[in-house]
């Protein structure tokens, strides 16, 4: 198999208490890789979880986390051994990161996922991850934050309040400890590569809204042919409801870092609940962020998704 050519090498590095761009350093591409790149609570786990049924052509519940390495990640030990955990895979390997596409090194044969949700609901979502931390997993952020010279404090309390999070999740201070991680920039450094035919932009809304639909699409870029006879379990196998009874199964790791485990972190996997929890004026702050920071196309498409924005490879920049 031919060794993949680079387009470019990352150019900017985003360092948090939690991830590392400079992680991916050592990457080894193959032609056949896929890279799920998502900013946080953006339906990661639903993606790996539909990458990983088309790929090994099956229903059957697997533990994503062991499957797909999630490379920037710095809560799991030295990268030493989360590389060489990927480059003993032999199967069709689908590696996450939650890094902005332009700190992550770009390949025309590796394939890239992107998967986007409507900022205000991936904020109540992050609110919900950060505040269910077990004392244990808090423990582990803050050593790494304390012996980080760039940090050198224990990570941040988290709000309980949902409006004051979101209030800080707009100026970019979601705990984090990287703006070059944020929300914001996320989006803008995929939406600025929307025209690649190796980059794919799903949407968290149109996989609620029609998910049989969304799935064929993402198996016809991956160029996975399923029988027709496993279509409709493995359509019922990737619903909310299925993958919440399954939780411990598919992210066992769960339950050392959430309180009520993968309960906690598969939540409710709903959207519109900012309705309820922001205030006003706040709503309008996202408003004009959006305005300020986003392009028009980008922004209906990030609020909406394809089926009502449409697709972005047919979008203008």
């Not at 953006?42 to 052509?57: D, E, K, P």
């Not at 044969?109 to 950060?130: Q, T």
């Not at 920071?293 to 009502?308: K, N, Y």
Request: with cysteine; net charge negative; proline share 7%.
């Amino acid at each position: 198999m031919a060794v993949p050519r680079l387009v470019r090498s990352a150019s900017t590095k985003v360092r948090s208490r939690i991830m590392d761009s400079t992680r991916w350093d050592g990457y080894h591409p193959r032609a056949d890789d896929v890279i799920i790149a998502t900013y946080p609570k953006c339906g990661t786990t639903w993606m790996q979880r539909i990458v990983s049924m088309l790929i090994f052509a099956t229903d059957e519940t697997m533990p994503v986390l062991s499957l797909s390495p999630w490379l920037d990640a710095r809560i799991f030990g030295p990268i030493e051994g989360m590389m060489a955990a990927a480059e003993a895979q032999t199967h069709r390997r689908f590696l996450k990161s939650h890094m902005p596409l332009d700190a992550l090194p770009l390949y025309d044969e590796v394939k890239y996922i992107h998967v986007a949700r409507d900022g205000r609901d991936a904020a109540m979502s992050l609110h919900n991850h950060f505040l269910n931390f077990t004392e244990g997993a808090r423990a582990m952020i803050s050593e790494i934050s304390l012996n980080d010279p760039k940090f050198g404090d224990p990570l941040p309390p988290t709000p309980s309040d949902p409006a004051i999070f979101f209030q800080e999740w707009i100026n970019e201070d979601d705990g984090h400890g990287d703006a070059r991680g944020s929300f914001f920039n996320v989006e803008n450094s995929f939406w600025r590569e929307h025209h690649r035919p190796n980059i794919l932009h799903v949407h968290y809304g149109d996989l609620k809204a029609d998910r049989e639909g969304e799935i064929k699409r993402i198996a016809k870029f991956l160029e996975i042919d399923l029988p027709d006879t496993l279509w409709p379990r493995a359509i019922e196998a990737v619903g909310f409801d299925a993958m919440k009874r399954q939780g411990d199964e598919l992210i066992p790791e769960a339950k050392m870092l959430w309180q009520e485990g993968s309960s906690s972190f598969l939540n409710k996997g709903t959207n519109g609940r900012w309705r309820d929890a922001v205030r006003a004026d706040d709503l309008k702050r996202y408003d004009e962020k959006v305005k300020a920071e986003f392009s028009p196309p980008l922004a209906r498409w990030v609020e909406h998704g394809r089926l009502v924005a449409g697709d972005p490879k047919q979008l203008p920049d």
